[in-house]
């Protein structure tokens, strides 16, 4: 018995056709991270915000404010206390006021803003 080469009706097939592109281009995904990125500027605005608009304001600067985003829409906000300005305390105080928490939201747009620690 001789070995014969299988008949071309029995060779492989050819490889499948590409899929076709995702339906979200890599351009949605930058631009959805870049939204990201201006949802915590907003944060860090109504931060500054809510510390200016109290009684008495509580001076903080853009400089002493780090932003990280936790997901489930939560933001984790650290401010660093600078030389001569107001007392560690004192800020926290004022960040659990329901007041700044109010006014928070309001400079967000949404129902709620709680302090957790």
Do not use: C, H
Not at 24 to 36: E, G, M, W
Not at 54 to 78: F, H, K
């Amino acid at each position: 018995a001789s070995l014969l080469p299988p008949p071309p009706s029995a060779s492989a097939l050819p490889p499948p056709p590409s899929p076709p592109p995702s339906p979200l281009p890599l351009s949605t995904t930058r631009r959805q991270r870049a939204l990201a990125a201006l949802d915590l500027d907003a944060v860090k605005a109504a931060v500054l915000e809510s510390f200016a608009a109290g009684s008495p304001p509580v001076n903080v600067t853009a400089e002493q404010i780090t932003l990280e985003d936790l997901g489930d829409s939560r933001v984790r906000v650290t401010i660093v206390q600078a030389e001569g300005g107001p007392a560690a305390e004192e800020i926290t105080a004022r960040a659990k006021q329901p007041t700044f928490l109010e006014r928070m939201a309001t400079e967000l747009d949404v129902p709620k803003i709680d302090y957790d620690t």
